[in-house]
């Protein structure tokens, strides 16, 4: 054990809690809600999983976790990391953290400085954050390198000279570099191939740090995931174990999202999603789902079921009655509880051993 | 990169060639006989047309233009571009007297303006639609609105007529820099303060920027390693492109403020119809505005790896 350990204790369930986040964007049309009241908890160890369609809130998310949104997104709520909100840090300490506490990988299109060396661009987090001089920063960049079969040369070539997928290894690089507790992956897979998006599945595997991912990508995040949170519309609408969730989804959404994947049945979600500008009232899925009912029409309360978190009418009691056999849905296999009975599942992935440089060999 | 370079060093040529050409017809664009011209020089006012024909022969004119050009080049080439008509020098020789004045003003203009619109340009950027912004954005707007022989004129009236602090003209010590340095680089920094500005405020906007600020690096080395390298491609493009306008104003403000440079020279010389001075003095600019281009392209290539590697 080292001296992280007493960090450890001190938020032994979560590295990063999100509670009653909103991002409210100011624009020329009104203002969008991309991030609607979404709380949630990611604890140490694991990988999280944040799926959705495109425009649903889950890249304004991740992005104001570090701060990096522009000056128009209007954020409260609280984001709790290692004890502390980072809405209410100072922007120097922020910084510190930024880079070296919590990484970002980004997208790959045009997240790369187009005059800078890879390698450079790999070692700043480095060098800016243990203070290296630039020759031992990018020794370890190289080994890096090396590591995530790239070639140990390739660190001195622009990113213009390397593929997509070499791209999105070379941010992945650039994220763990400072050996952060905790990454944030904004889509890693997006406009790669099938084989390149197995070898960034791969490679995520091989990596051992607590991390949020933001995919659309449903094959990536069953891969690579320990949870999945399921947004739609600026709000969390499920949040489940990865298995438990492609096994059987609990919201209709959810549902809607596994069945239109190829090899489930390729059958889209009717309708599209709302306008983030006025969110229809209620239950935001209602108008595009098969099972609403007039109760759909007030907005669901969070169900329990068996440690999954659900935002739908067909999970919750009212009145001490189970609306569950009104919908003609087929009832989940499992037990149902309350609201605020067990929150905390018992998915721990406790199978995986960590070592100090965050990579598994 | 070699093959680029040799690639651009090669492309020169013909871009030479044409230069020379049309300095050289000049000679036959204008109106009048030269020859007739010289001969009344020498001569005095009416000249008789068996001196003009020898005129014209010791002069080349009798030649087909083709052959006195392939002359003409033969001897540039060399060094030597003829003899002035007017003053019976070396054309070289005029030139090499004139140089160091315009040398001296036009890189101490440029080396200011160019300092100060990167200066303010960053500044404004980084500190967009503050007080300081504001500011600039005055500055730049009366740079580019008040003409710069008024300016010129203005100046040499508050500083050298009622301060007498400054002397009003002439080529001397630095207190003779101070006033037209001041006059020529004010209004040509005044748009390059503005397209820097723009320029690093569109790179600021880059996906990059945001990466670069999500790794924890400090505004500065945000702001110039990852911002400013990039927007230093189109600011050094608008530069250079502007060079030809640092040529163009540089003939005004030498004769406003008497400074006895190339560009006077080349006023004095279209006014006594001195051809061969006119033709050395716009072949010499048209191959300094080639090599300025030339040289912006191999920074291109300094800068941007996309172009060193592109090949």
Request: hydrophobic fraction near 45%; charge should be positive; include cysteine.
């Amino acid at each position: 054990m080292n001296i992280n350990s007493y960090s450890q204790h001190y938020c032994r369930y979560y590295l990063l809690k999100i509670e009653e986040l909103k991002v409210h964007l100011k624009t020329e049309f009104g203002v969008v809600r991309a991030v609607d009241g979404v709380s949630f908890e990611v604890e140490r160890g694991e990988k999280f999983t944040l799926i959705g369609e495109s425009g649903s809130g889950k890249s304004v998310l991740a992005q104001s976790i570090l701060r990096l949104l522009p000056k128009n997104a209007h954020v409260s709520g609280r984001i709790i990391f290692e004890g502390r909100n980072l809405l209410e840090l100072g922007e120097e300490e922020m910084r510190r953290i930024r880079g070296r506490k919590i990484a970002w990988i980004p997208q790959s299109q045009s997240s790369l400085n187009p005059v800078l060396t890879v390698g450079l661009q790999c070692a700043e987090p480095v060098m800016e954050h243990f203070k290296t001089d630039k020759k031992s920063a990018l020794l370890k960049v190289a080994r890096m390198f090396e590591f995530f079969g790239m070639g140990r040369g390739r660190i001195s070539d622009y990113p213009h000279q390397f593929s997509g997928g070499m791209r999105q290894r070379v941010l992945v690089a650039m994220g763990i570099s400072a050996d952060p507790e905790f990454l944030i992956a904004d889509e890693p897979t997006k406009g790669l191939d099938a084989s390149k998006r197995k070898n960034i599945a791969e490679l995520f595997e091989k990596i051992d740090k607590t991390m949020l991912i933001i995919t659309h990508d449903l094959e990536f995040a069953e891969r690579v995931s320990d949870r999945i949170a399921v947004m739609y519309c600026g709000e969390v609408v499920e949040i489940s174990p990865a298995k438990e969730f492609f096994r059987e989804p609990l919201h209709p959404y959810s549902k809607g999202l596994l069945e239109s994947l190829p090899s489930r049945g390729l059958k889209p979600i009717r309708g599209f999603q709302p306008s983030m500008i006025n969110p229809p009232s209620g239950c935001r899925f209602r108008e595009r789902c098969e099972f609403a009912k007039k109760i759909c029409e007030r907005a669901p309360p969070e169900s329990i079921v068996d440690g999954r978190i659900v935002r739908c009418w067909m999970y919750a009691y009212e009145e001490g009655v189970r609306k569950v056999g009104s919908f003609g849905f087929r009832k989940p296999s499992v037990g149902l509880c309350q609201k605020g009975n067990t929150r905390r599942n018992s998915n721990r992935n406790s199978g995986k051993n960590r070592n100090s440089n965050g990579i598994q060999g | 990169m070699k093959k680029y370079l040799i690639r651009r060093v090669l492309q020169i040529f013909p871009t030479l060639f044409g230069v020379s050409l049309l300095s050289f017809s000049l000679l036959y664009l204008f109106p009048g006989d030269p020859a007739e011209f010289v001969a009344q020089i020498r001569y005095g006012v009416e000249p008789s047309p068996q001196i003009v024909e020898e005129v014209r022969r010791e002069l080349g004119l009798d030649e087909p233009f083709l052959i006195h050009y392939f002359h003409w080049l033969t001897h540039v080439l060399r060094g030597d571009f003829g003899v002035s008509w007017t003053e019976g020098e070396p054309v070289s020789k005029l030139i090499m007297q004139r140089l160091p004045a315009s040398a001296e003003l036009f890189f101490t203009t440029f080396a200011i303006s160019v300092a100060f619109a990167m200066i303010l340009g960053v500044i404004s950027a980084v500190r967009k639609d503050k007080a300081i912004d504001h500011f600039c954005r005055i500055f730049s707007l009366l740079g580019i609105s008040i003409p710069s022989f008024w300016l010129g004129l203005i100046l040499i009236w508050i500083f050298s007529v009622q301060l007498h602090l400054l002397p009003a003209f002439g080529y001397g010590g630095i207190e003779h820099l101070i006033l037209p340095v001041l006059t020529w680089s004010f209004s040509f920094m005044a748009i390059k303060t503005r397209f820097v500005r723009s320029c690093l405020l569109e790179a600021l906007s880059q996906d990059y920027v945001v990466v670069a600020k999500a790794k924890g690096l400090r505004e500065r080395v945000i702001v110039f390693r990852h911002a400013l390298r990039n927007a230093l491609i189109p600011i050094i493009t608008y530069f250079s492109l502007s060079i030809h306008h640092l040529i163009i104003g540089s003939i005004m403000v030498e004769v406003v403020f008497s400074w006895p440079g190339l560009g006077s020279l080349l006023v004095e010389s279209v006014f006594k119809r001195d051809f061969p001075v006119v033709q050395a003095l716009v072949l010499i600019s048209g191959v300094v505005f080639v090599i300025v281009n030339l040289i912006v392209d191999l920074l291109y290539a300094i800068i941007d790896p996309r172009i060193r590697f592109g090949d």
